[in-house]
């Protein structure tokens, strides 16, 4: 990075940290930092998405589909997120590839599982072993993102649910009384209100969301955790920069980042909140519409 | 195909999770694996996760209620501490603190820590702290004892102040005043949040083995088991539901249980007002 940095072995400690901090290795895992936060941005709008199905099927009239989204809802709360974590990147992964071994091999003999082997034609890779890299990391990154918004869409399903049953039946009811189908009372009158009432729940979610993005390291993805225990384990002298066992500082400038995390959302959640209740029939509106600006 | 009869599965793998010396020495391997070993090992690695969960829970249940009247109390000097040491454990994820806690225990004993008695000089080992069974648990007790506290906290909060003055009329102070008003009320108001947390915490101890805690002589809890059988048969069809299915049922227990006190907790309030402790599974953490 600096032009001072070819020989670190001699540097006094300021422009040896400095060179250190702004190694290759480092720049990566500065990176990962941007890895972590995509994986929240997309996760987030992505889980919602899987929590509006899921709250729409549990609210069906039709029976197998609303037992459907229940099922869905109390399945990921009795088991630990972690589990889905492991089993759905792999399970699909093996879906997939299955599947696309019918499409693609149709007249191989042989069985696909072999003991202790899933073996599949080369055609029915995915991504093909002849893929560059960038692809097979993009693939992992998106099963991911998949297991991510499996679990938190459950999560949400069940907040969206419970924010489309508190809205006062008396409101929908006057919609209809103003002879507006059922989409549309859904749609003018259900879908603004429930926010309100969703919104605590939702706030939650992120934050569980927040905490749970260390958790793509055992998804084999070079994320922060996973460079944060490269870096810091002990460097003999062979390395550029050799430093005993470091990982403990590692860690710590993790656990502070996902402080701030956690705390800054706290901060943009309340502001919301403020927002979204104006003009609300809650408590807090009330207090709101009382005494000004509250 | 395996060469065991179930009932020597049991009895090679039934509490292989707590050592060696407890079973079979070796884990089954490849094709070696059969459908009892899975059922039976990943059986005995939930001796971890209740253990884990059972004593954190119940050791932070009396850290927590200090730490809610700390929070709660005027005095700076009690409630600063209290509030920091929430927001510590429940602002960061409980991967980065397991992480943290072990790399902290690995430097312990080669810093070495004298505890000076005066007279004599007590060199602590704290080499013990780097094994799962009491690091861990460490991080579970300190993690659940913040979200508990803060769940208690609300609850201290939102006790109604007609009980507060009925007790003040009484002429209850101090110790009497809160082991027969604070506490119970608080205790109610707390209880299904409580349940959940939990529940939270028993689903967490699965992050045990994959968090730095080495799982020595390939003794660990229910999950460890279930991503090495799906490893070594490449099928995560069958280990992982086995470790659902088992999680599912002691959620149900967790439930039925804290349900019981729940009703010991609301024996007094008449029978049409008392609160069944209904489980809409909230994700409130």
Known sequence: MFSFCADPSALPTWQWFACYLTSGTHLAFYWSFGTVLLLMALAAPSALLFGFGGALAARSHILPVSWIGKTYVAMVRGVPDIIFFLFVPIAVDQAVEYLMHQVRCPDWAEPIRRGS?????????????????????????????????????AFAANTLYGAMQAVPKAQLETGESYGMSRAQVFRRILLPQMWVFALPGLSNLW???????????????????????????????????????????????????????????????????????????????????????? | MSSRTCFESLQQYGLRALGREFGAPLLPRGADISLCDQIVLIGSGLLWNVYFAVVAVALAFFFATALALGKNSHNPLFQRPSAAFIFLFRGSPLFIQFFLAYETFTLLPRVGIDVNLGL???????????????????????????????????????????????????????????????????????WPSYTNEAIFLFHATTLVFFSGFPAWQQSGDALYYARYFADQTFNPFVSYPIVAAYFVALTLVIIMGFGLVNRRLNRHLPRAVRSRLKIRPQFIR
């Open chain 1, 117 to 153: 082997d899933f073996v599949v034609c080369a055609a029915a890779k995915v991504p093909l072993s002849s893929a560059p890299r960038w692809v097979h990391d993009v693939y992992a990154f998106a099963l991911a993102l998949l297991a991510f918004s499996l679990v938190f869409g």
């Open chain 1, 207 to 294: 934050q569980i969301l927040i905490k749970a993005t260390p958790l793509l390291f055992l998804l084999g993805i070079q994320d922060a955790v996973y460079w944060a225990r490269e870096l810091g384990g002990a460097k003999t002298s062979l390395f550029t920069y050799p430093h005993p066992d470091w990982r403990l500082w590692y860690f710590l400038a993790l656990l502070v980042f996902y402080l701030l995390l956690t705390w800054a959302s706290g901060l943009v959640f309340e502001r919301l909140m403020h927002r979204v209740n104006h003009g609300q029939a809650t408590a807090a509106g009330e207090r709101q519409r009382r005494g000004g600006r509250g």
């Open chain 2, 120 to 190: 004599v000089t007590l060199a602590a080992d704290t080499g013990w702290l780097t094994r799962a069974w009491a690091g861990a648990l460490f991080v579970l007790f300190l993690n659940t004892a913040a979200y508990t506290a803060e769940i208690f906290y609300g609850a201290l909060r939102s006790i109604p102040r007609g009980d507060l003055e009925a007790a003040d009329a009484y002429g209850m102070t101090g110790l009497t005043r809160f082991r027969r008003v604070v506490w119970p009320t608080m205790l109610r108001l707390a």
